[in-house]
């Protein structure tokens, strides 16, 4: 099976602080995404990788970067935490070619509380 | 602009009865197009894909170009399909862009 595992299921910072998000993928897939999840607002994509060193920016990048220097490793960062930031962070990898390709699979989620 | 619109942000449905979720999207050509589903306390699954053709847990969902379509349907609703659904879309970008998600509430 393959597994996306985020490091942190839940966190708590304060204003101004900056923060790392994990995530690592065992299947050696070639995309990584980050989402954030929102009641009402669903999954909206932050960043996108394609491959190592490799990123694109999602719909709502602002105030994130992002740090792909091993394929199987996709870093979220924020570098000066706000409370909208305060989110469910959602991390998923999918391969590009065979049967799979193009589905995402999800890790369990970083519950994000920045006060 | 690619989107993917689900108007309903909750349905209740009666065990037993059958279930409609709806999905529009806005792509000119050929969508690939994604049913995930997360249920309670777990992670966000896929579901379904419409290139598979293919019902998962009695689910099925067929793309309709002219209305832009792709709803979820299943003709008996289960208390164990009580979950939050999304729509998803590859777009042009080769990224999966998701709707708001339903929350499908079963009734007893």
């Known amino acids: 099976d393959v597994k996306v595992t985020q490091s942190s299921r839940y966190l708590v910072k304060r204003t101004g602080e900056k923060v790392f998000l994990e995530c690592v993928q065992d299947m050696d897939h070639e995309n990584m995404f980050w989402y954030r999840q929102d009641p009402g607002l669903g999954l909206r994509l932050i960043y996108f990788?394609?491959?190592?060193?490799?990123?694109e920016k999602g719909d709502i990048p602002e105030g994130y970067s992002v740090s792909r220097e091993k394929k199987e490793r996709f870093s979220l960062i924020l570098e000066s935490a706000s409370t909208n930031q305060t989110s469910m962070y959602l991390c998923?990898?999918?391969?590009?070619?065979?049967?799979?390709?193009?589905?995402?699979?999800f890790g369990a989620g970083s519950r994000l509380t920045v006060l | 602009a690619q989107r993917v619109t689900q108007p309903e942000k909750l349905l209740s449905v009666f065990k037993g009865a059958p279930v409609e979720l709806k999905c529009n999207y806005s792509y000119s050509g050929s969508p690939e197009l994604f049913w995930y589903v997360q249920y309670s306390r777990q992670r966000l699954q896929l579901l379904l894909r419409h290139i598979s053709r293919e019902s998962i847990k009695g689910f099925t969902a067929d793309l309709n170009k002219g209305e832009t379509s792709f709803h979820l349907k299943k003709p008996f609703a289960q208390e164990e399909d009580s979950a939050m659904y999304y729509c998803a879309l590859k777009n042009r970008d080769d990224k999966i862009i998701f709707g708001k998600g339903t929350r499908l509430h079963i009734l007893p």
């Open positions: 990788s394609y491959d190592v060193k490799m990123k």
């Open positions: 998923a990898s999918r391969p590009t070619l065979g049967s799979g390709a193009n589905v995402l699979t």
